[in-house]
């Protein structure tokens, strides 16, 4: 089972959109932001301080939503192992009813921080998040 890492995110004026509800990039913001934070808060910090990663594809199903004030519990985790610069996290965001509203399927491809290449991922750089 892999490790979790949650965060609660709260709507926000600026998040709303004229729909009355929180925005489709908000949402991309907000798993981006799920991803940052997992890294800050498990990696290596040799590893972080040799790797970067950027998103390669983002995959998001969007099935409810909230509005101005309202709150979402964020859970996310790395799914399997590597493929070769490539892994696979998946987010979820579930309302206080513990409704799903968004699942997002992110690939994110590691680079070098010094050469500013790919770098295939060993399992030492994934095997505190798993």
């Known amino acids: 089972m892999p490790s979790t890492f949650t965060r609660t995110f709260v709507a926000e004026r600026q998040h709303i959109d004229e729909l009355g509800h929180v925005n489709n990039t908000v949402w991309v913001q907000w798993i981006q932001d799920m991803a940052t934070a ?14 970067f990663w950027v998103v390669v594809r983002h995959e998001i199903d969007y099935r409810g939503n909230i509005g101005l004030g309202e709150t979402v519990q964020a859970e996310t985790w790395i799914e399997g192992p590597a493929q070769g610069a490539k892994s696979l996290r998946r987010v979820e965001f579930t309302d206080a009813s513990g409704k799903r ?15 500013r290449r790919l770098a295939r991922v060993r399992p030492e750089v994934l095997g505190p998040f798993l």
């Not at 997992?38 to 790797?51: F, I, L």
């Open 38 to 51: 997992h890294w800050d808060a498990v990696a290596r910090a040799e590893d972080r301080a040799a790797y």
């Open 101 to 115: 509203l968004v699942s997002a399927a992110t690939s994110w491809a590691m680079l070098d921080r010094a050469t």
